[in-house]
């Protein structure tokens, strides 16, 4: 058995998003996603086959939500339920450090 450690491997500088599979099987996929300023493309939106369970471990990030009139704010420990098919995009990521999340997609 080899233990990893979640804020391990992060590379010091990147221009982009950085996102990695941490373990799957059948249905499920768990995932590793580090931002730094980043955020979804203006007009575009996430809209998914699967359900995806996100929850933020440290740093800052803003949902908007389809439908919503209040953006949904994340700081380490909020974990949110976003059901299949259900338009989102990441507004805002913390500019001045980390943002990382673990996605379980399912």
Same mark, same amino acid.
């Given at each position: 058995?080899?233990?990893?450690?979640?804020?391990?491997?992060?590379?010091?500088?990147?221009?982009?998003?950085?996102?990695?599979?941490?373990?799957?099987?059948?249905?499920?996929?768990?995932?590793?996603?580090?931002?730094?300023?980043?955020?979804?493309?203006?007009?575009?939106?996430?809209?998914? *086959?699967? @359900? /995806?369970? #996100? %929850? &933020?471990?440290? =740093?800052?990030?803003?949902?908007?939500?389809? *439908?919503? @009139? /209040?953006? #949904? %704010? &994340?700081?380490? =420990?909020?974990?949110?339920?976003?059901?299949?098919?259900?338009?989102?995009? #990441?507004?805002?990521?913390?500019?001045?450090?980390?943002?990382?999340?673990?996605?379980?997609?399912?």
């Amino acid at each position: 058995m080899m233990i990893s450690n979640i804020y391990s491997g992060i590379p010091a500088k990147r221009g982009t998003e950085l996102f990695e599979d941490i373990i799957g099987s059948g249905p499920f996929r768990l995932e590793r996603i580090v931002s730094m300023g980043h955020s979804t493309p203006e007009g575009c939106w996430y809209d998914q *086959d699967k @359900d /995806e369970w #996100v %929850m &933020l471990l440290k =740093g800052g990030a803003r949902l908007m939500i389809e *439908d919503e @009139d /209040e953006p #949904v %704010m &994340l700081w380490p =420990g909020d974990h949110l339920n976003i059901p299949a098919h259900t338009r989102h995009r #990441v507004d805002w990521t913390d500019p001045h450090g980390e943002t990382v999340w673990l996605a379980l997609h399912y």
